[in-house]
């Protein structure tokens, strides 16, 4: 049944998805998927409600014959040995034992049929876990800091208020009709874990004086954003402190929902509004919605450390350490995620980290147990002391289950970092993010070599190629890597990659960085 819209546009000016989303909400077709096309089968999913799926976080996968990958929302990345047994049992019974962990701290599962879809929402329900608006024109998986309350670079721990505001905007029908995908980070570690600068909405750890006593709180961004169009966050005046976060969140979502723009789907993330108003108006607009709230206080990310934890380190609590491994461009095996839940169990507290970077972190591990636990046999290929070029290359899903890509990535991505391993000595880490088509999924803007999907035709007909770009960063001095001329075929990327690092090498001032060059 069609819903009064709580915004003001005129329909005539809403593209196709919209007067779907009018016609139906997203959320509803949770239900009909239980209900309905569970019992009657994939060839009886209409075209407007196969484009609904994404509201319960599951896309078709490529090249649609009835199969099907969902995203599960793990808030902060932080995750149970249980939800973790569980998620491992589900991709070992429908999804081919793979596990995706995605650049958004999700757990990401592929060959899902959709008359397995009751039984896995029901599973992931019992253990607190939701794959519910992962996808679709809602809040989706809110990211944070994956060390978070056990991090010694974090002014306070935003385990519970990552799950606050997620708790308020999950299957919240007053928001589950926004005008695009939207995505937030809280986060208080000062090397900007939640990579605030492309979020839709980001809070950064900031302090300010207030009657007297210095207050630990936020900072507010809004309008970032990858794809095609690119956008930096800019920097609200406004001080939030932990109590107001949700109230922020609140009235940033509600001045999207009302002000977004709906009538082209590639013009209706919240970054074109922040741009076009600017953020001062914005804030305005916020404020009409929140009341008043303090300017800016002080800064306090000091840098950014793109989210990488390999190795073993000290937490915050005395005698415990942390070990943050590396699982080459985010994939693992349902025995694999198996192991590190008993690990976690057995040696932690049962507590696994999910990273932006596509990584896993064990944690609250006794130090004279650390060197036991470095013998367990799952930690040969999930190392915590991985090769240079593989432990920084990240990669999107591609064309080999996602239907919107022109290359294949993953499998690209491995076999480059394994090239550069062998021929390329360097002594700082050089970060590499492969995309498969302009969404950037893979977040290509923000590494130090990015490299984007696309054709090119050859005397042997169309081949996978990919444009490079170098020297994205995110923190203090943020920008997004410039493409370079040319396109370079997908087999060739990894030696001319390596001639690119060894003319940085050969070429730069002393302790340049790859991004500084
Ligand atoms: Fe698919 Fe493109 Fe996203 Fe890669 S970047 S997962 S190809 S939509």
């Known amino acids: 049944m069609a819903y009064e819209p709580i915004w003001n546009q005129d329909p005539s000016k809403l593209n196709k998805m919209e007067l779907w989303k009018l016609e139906k909400d997203g959320l509803d077709v949770i239900r009909t998927i239980i209900e309905e096309y569970a019992h009657k089968g994939y060839d009886s999913i209409p075209e407007d409600d196969m484009n609904r799926f994404k509201w319960a976080g599951v896309y078709e996968q490529k090249p649609k014959d009835g199969h099907f990958m969902m ?31 995605t650049t958004r701290q999700a757990i990401q599962f592929h060959w899902l049929r959709v008359e397995d879809l009751p039984d896995i929402f029901n599973r992931l329900e019992k253990v607190g876990l939701y794959s519910y608006e992962a996808c679709g024109d809602c809040p989706r998986t809110i990211v944070g ?33 926004l005008p695009r995908k939207y995505k937030m980070s809280i986060s208080s570690n000062i090397y900007n874990s939640g990579h605030a600068e492309i979020q839709c909405l980001a809070f950064t750890p900031a302090t300010k004086v207030i009657d007297g006593q210095e207050v630990i709180g ?131 507290k049962g507590t696994l980290r999910a990273t932006v970077s596509q990584n896993l972190i064990v944690s609250d591990i006794p130090n004279e147990k650390i060197d036991e636990v470095l013998k367990e046999q799952v930690f040969e290929r999930l190392t915590p002391n991985p090769k240079h070029f ?89 920008q997004f890597n410039t493409t370079l001329k040319g396109r370079v075929k ?21 302790g340049e960085s790859f991004n500084e060059f």
């Open 71 to 101: 995203r599960v929302r793990i808030n902060s990345g932080v995750m149970t040995s249980d939800q973790a047994r569980e998620m491992a049992a589900i991709a070992k019974q429908y999804g081919r034992d793979l596990v995706d962990v």
């Open 145 to 177: 800091n994956p060390l978070a309350d056990i991090d010694k670079d974090e002014l306070i721990d935003t385990k519970d208020l990552v799950n606050q505001v997620n708790d308020f905007f999950l299957m919240n029908r007053d928001f589950s009709n």
């Open 218 to 348: 936020f900072h507010v961004w809004v309008g970032g954003g990858l794809s095609a169009k690119p956008h930096l966050a800019k920097q609200m005046d406004m001080f939030v402190t932990p109590e107001e976060v949700l109230k922020v969140a609140v009235g940033v979502t509600t001045v999207y929902r009302d002000h977004g723009y709906r009538e082209k789907r590639h013009h209706a993330r919240l970054k074109f509004l922040v741009a076009d108003w600017g953020v001062e108006k914005f804030r305005e607009e916020v404020i009409k919605v929140i009341g008043e709230m303090p300017t800016k206080g002080d800064d306090k990310t000091v840098g950014w450390q793109a989210a990488y934890f390999d190795g073993v380190h000290p937490q915050k609590q005395e005698g415990l350490s942390y070990i943050g491994l590396s699982l080459p461009v985010g994939r693992i095996t349902a025995d694999e995620l198996f192991d590190l839940a008993r690990i976690s169990d057995q040696y932690g």
């Open 390 to 478: 593989m432990s920084r290359t990240v990669s999107c899903t591609g064309n080999e289950f996602c239907n919107l890509a022109v290359v294949e990535t993953k499998a690209r991505a491995v076999s480059v970092a394994e090239y550069l391993d062998e021929h390329v000595q360097l002594d700082e880490e050089v970060r590499i993010h492969f995309i498969g088509c302009p969404n950037a999924c893979g977040q290509k803007h923000i590494a130090d070599i990015g490299l984007q999907g696309a054709l090119i035709k050859t005397p042997e007909g169309m081949v996978d190629a990919f444009d490079i770009a170098v020297g994205g960063i995110l923190g203090p001095g943020a």
């Open 490 to 510: 997908g087999d060739n990327v990894g030696p001319v990659l390596a001639q690119l690092i060894h003319f940085f090498k050969e070429n730069r001032n002393n």
